[in-house]
């Protein structure tokens, strides 16, 4: 079992930068592949990022490619979302995930625990 807390989500003006953390707890952290989703109003929640058990391997969908980076930190139970160059069609409430698949996948589906989520604005 894994309980999962977002943190730092807020308001920017476009442009603009924020660093979303997820602090994880529970057992066996390092084996989880990890992702951030995110979810505007009236819209399906979105794959935006993800990163393998060991930080080896991430992924980022196309539209925050360049801007967004996922990393992780196995010894503190942290994964950071950077997201850089930050436009207002970002506006959403961003979850962290954690799988127990084995591997990074892109659907809602492929995660088995979930926070609450943190609200992210960014204005025109």
């Known amino acids: 079992q894994v309980q999962l807390v977002e943190s730092g989500g807020g308001l920017v003006q476009a442009g603009g930068s924020l660093r979303l953390s997820c602090a994880a707890y529970?057992?066996?952290?390092?084996?989880?592949?990890m992702a951030w989703f995110r979810q505007a109003p009236g819209k399906e929640r979105e794959f935006v990022a993800g990163?393998?058990?060991?930080?080896?391997?991430?992924y980022s969908t196309d539209s925050v490619k360049g801007r967004f980076t996922i990393s992780r930190d196995n010894a503190k139970n942290t994964v950071i979302l950077q997201m850089n160059s930050l436009k207002p069609e970002d506006t959403a409430v961003y979850y962290c995930?954690?799988?127990?698949?084995?591997?990074?996948?892109?659907?809602?589906?492929?995660?088995?625990?979930w926070g609450q989520g943190t609200q992210v604005t960014v204005s025109s």
């Open positions: 995930a954690a799988s127990e698949m084995g591997r990074v996948g892109v659907k809602r589906y492929d995660y088995d625990y």
């Open positions: 529970g057992r066996t952290f390092s084996s989880y592949p």
């Open positions: 990163i393998s058990w060991s930080g080896g391997s991430t």
